[in-house]
């Protein structure tokens, strides 16, 4: 029951994320207490970082997010699920396209591109914004 708890808390997060980020934030934090490997909470904690121009914290924890997001997954081939259509799949892409958006404003281009390449190959965006 826990994790269930933790996962709202997360939602909530992003409920609050655009109009109350100090409230997003205590509701990322109290998730990771319930539940310390739920990538979506770093995610939100990260989005946050990165919103007050804290580049390194933010790396660090979209870094955190993507490995657990992957440990709990346990795979990355994109053949396996239908990413962003998936419920379980969305903090992975979170954490991917959070990394490579901080690595561009960083300017981290080899890495960056690498990242950049991985992860558009994952989904075909249309000319509508539409994800595919």
Do not use: I
């Not at 539940?35 to 909470?41: N, T, Y």
């Not at 770093?42 to 992957?70: P, Q, S, V, W």
């Amino acid at each position: 029951m826990v994790k269930g708890e933790a996962q709202d808390l997360v939602y909530d997060g992003w409920d609050l994320y655009s109009h109350d980020p100090r409230g997003a934030k205590e509701c990322f934090e109290e998730a990771l207490e319930l539940d310390p490997d739920l990538a979506d909470a770093y995610n939100g904690l990260a989005g946050l970082a990165a919103d007050k121009k804290r580049f390194e914290e933010a790396e660090a924890l979209y870094r955190t997010a993507y490995e657990k997001a992957r440990a709990e997954l346990g795979t990355e081939d994109p053949k396996a699920f239908a990413w962003w259509g998936e419920l379980e799949t969305r903090p992975y892409m979170r954490a991917r396209h959070g990394l490579g958006l901080l690595l561009k404003e960083r300017r981290l281009s080899p890495e960056f591109f690498t990242r950049l390449k991985e992860h558009t190959a994952v989904y075909h965006v249309t000319p509508k914004g539409r994800v595919s």
